[in-house]
């Protein structure tokens, strides 16, 4: 540019050399977290939609899980999630729930969430005909 000062453009050099350092740094100490991401015991079987939709979760685990401490939402950028009632899941084990929110046709979300805040599992909605 030639309108920008020497001292200008290596204070704006300077920013993003060490904006790209930090950030490297951040991104290489949340990398185990952001691994762990789905790859909990607890996945999503199923999803149907409509007013009688429901969320199917199974327990792949080798352990029996306490739903409690789960959490579910059809927005995965919610911080408000609805925590999910007290009961246990035994391994290959699966459970229907019916959320306190709408499943849409139109497409969409549905995510389970760990204690620690980590997703367990998304799926988008499915339609199912009569069975």
Do not use: C, M
């Not at 959490?71 to 995965?76: I, R």
């Not at 084990?93 to 997703?119: C, I, K, N, Y």
């Amino acid at each position: 540019d030639p309108y920008a000062s020497a001292e200008h453009v290596q204070r704006a050099r300077r920013f993003l050399q060490d904006y790209v350092r930090g950030r490297r740094g951040y991104l290489a100490k949340e990398l185990e977290a952001l691994r762990a991401h789905g790859g909990g015991p607890l996945v999503i079987r199923e999803v149907t939609t409509g007013g009688a939709g429901y969320v199917e979760l199974y327990n792949r685990g080798t352990q029996a899980l306490e739903l409690g401490s789960y959490e579910v939402t059809n927005d995965l950028r919610a911080t408000a999630r609805h925590r999910l009632e007290a009961g246990t899941l035994g391994p290959g084990q699966a459970v229907r729930l019916h959320p306190p929110f709408t499943l849409s046709s139109d497409g969409g979300e549905v995510g389970v969430f760990d204690g620690a805040r980590r997703s367990e599992a998304t799926g988008r909605p499915v339609l199912h005909g009569p069975e």
